[in-house]
């Protein structure tokens, strides 16, 4: 039972580069979500897809873009990446949006430079 | 707008102790309440939840109860272990949105 998989779990990238991040789900939940944590600040939404052909804006949405694929993968792609990007991110679902227990995956750590 | 106050940690036991950790929240409604736990290496999962005034949820010997009256959600546990080393974090959600709100997380260390 997988659960929710990211990948990669590390990443070191140079300022403009860009990179995606993979998450997928075996759950059959309709909802996904990118969160990216940093200390002393909790977790913070920066996009979700409430269900399959759907995304939306989350909290910090600015440099990053998604595409949810099918129902079971969520990707997020940083186009240039610059330091501010430094952080833990985490992939997660739901049943359906507005379900407010989420799976998390167990995050990447992404380190610009 | 919403927010979840959670006490600064690290907060430092010895196996056995009693444990609070604080929580507090506005919310222009009345929203559900939740604490997750974040092992180490691992993702955040959910530890317990709340839904209206006064209910307590409770999961692996921790409990934390819905006080509207003081805005609090409160985690406890009355025995610690080394394995509840984890960081913890106070959530909520407001019904019209449903999105989570998530306080900065509190870091808890057991000691032997």
């Known amino acids: 039972n997988a659960g929710v998989t990211q990948t990669p779990k590390f990443q070191v990238l140079k300022t403009g580069q860009s990179m995606t991040l993979q998450c997928a789900q075996d759950m059959n939940h309709n909802s996904m979500y990118w969160y990216r944590q940093d200390p002393g600040m909790g977790l913070r939404l920066i996009y979700y897809?409430?269900?399959?052909?759907?995304?939306d804006k989350g909290e910090v949405p600015n440099g990053y873009n998604v595409s949810r694929l099918n129902k079971r993968e969520f990707s997020l792609r940083l186009e240039s990446a610059a330091p501010s990007q430094t952080s833990v991110y985490f992939c997660?679902?739901?049943?359906?949006?507005?379900?407010?227990?989420?799976?998390f995956g167990a995050g990447s750590r992404l380190t610009v430079l | 707008g919403d927010s979840v106050t959670q006490m600064e940690g690290p907060v430092t036991l010895s196996e056995e102790a009693c444990l609070t950790i604080n929580c507090t929240y506005t919310a222009t409604g009345y929203p559900s309440l939740f604490w997750y736990v974040q092992y180490p290496g691992e993702g955040l999962q959910l530890l317990l939840k709340?839904?209206?005034a006064d209910d307590k949820g409770s999961n692996k010997g921790f409990e934390a109860t819905y006080r509207k009256e003081t805005t609090s959600f409160h985690l406890e546990k009355g025995s610690v272990q080394v394995s509840d080393s984890a960081v913890y974090f106070c959530a909520l959600s407001e019904h019209s949105n449903y999105q989570l709100i998530w306080g900065a997380g509190t870091k808890l260390i057991i000691k032997p």
């Open positions: 709340a839904t209206k």
């Open positions: 997660a679902s739901s049943e359906r949006s507005g379900a407010n227990v989420l799976t």
């Open positions: 897809s409430a269900s399959e052909g759907t995304t």
